[in-house]
């Protein structure tokens, strides 16, 4: 009996934290997605000669938005460890 509690309680924890934790990074991995697809749409607009980057490389926006990925993966990841525990919590007596 203990020991549901204990995983319930984790559980829960876990996935509050995951979901207060994941809507920064996943609102502005979005919004840097929309930027790029504006500015996408703005340089085949233009002829497709202004480019921020050397050649056609990375720029600090490409960047950014793997890094705001894998923090999104990171709080999905522990929210289905709390998912999983609080499971757990019902399956375990």
């Known amino acids: 009996m203990i020991l549901n509690i204990?995983?319930?309680v984790a559980g829960v924890a876990i996935l509050a934290?995951?979901?207060l934790r994941i809507q920064a990074p996943l609102s502005r991995y979005n919004e840097l997605g929309r930027l790029a697809g504006n500015a996408q749409r703005y340089d085949s607009w233009r002829g497709g000669r202004s480019r921020t980057?050397?050649?056609g490389g990375r720029t600090g926006a490409d960047?950014?938005?793997d890094q705001m990925r894998q923090r999104v993966y990171l709080w999905a990841a522990a929210?289905?460890?709390g998912i999983v525990l609080i499971v757990a919590g019902f399956i375990v007596r």
């Open 53 to 55: 980057a050397v050649d």
């Open 17 to 19: 934290l995951g979901i």
């Open 6 to 8: 204990v995983l319930w």
């Open 79 to 81: 929210i289905v460890v």
């Open 63 to 65: 960047e950014m938005r």
